[in-house]
């Protein structure tokens, strides 16, 4: 079983920047996929951005040249550096993992940007 903990969001006005960090714990491997969803109120959780284990990435359009993930895999931990945020990024971040087609999810982080 992994488990992930998200740290790092917040309430930031417009414009402004916030790092999100996701810790997991458990057996990691290099050709699992983590990344990060997204899911505000009244909406479906969405891909906010993936990375794989040789660092290949992947982004939601709406973020395009605005989010960029890592990954550190020495210690298991991926982040989601986010910058010129707008309010409608305003929603609760979920840090995923994904291996052989099994989802494990940690317990989400709010992260608010006022206008």
């Known amino acids: 079983q992994v488990k992930l903990v998200e740290s790092g969001g917040g309430l930031v006005q417009a414009g402004g920047s916030l790092r999100l960090s996701c810790a997991a714990s458990?057996?990691?491997?290099?050709?699992?996929?983590m990344g990060w969803y997204r899911q505000a109120p009244g909406k479906q959780r969405e891909l906010v951005a993936d990375i794989t284990g040789s660092g290949r990435t992947n982004y939601a359009d709406s973020v395009k040249g605005r989010f960029t993930i890592a990954r550190d895999n020495a210690k298991n931990t991926v982040y989601l550096q986010m910058n010129s945020l707008k309010p409608e990024d305003t929603a609760v971040y979920y840090c995923n993992h994904l291996h052989l087609g099994v989802n494990n999810w940690g317990q989400g982080t709010q992260v608010t940007v006022s206008s």
């Open positions: 458990g057996r990691i491997f290099s050709i699992d996929i």
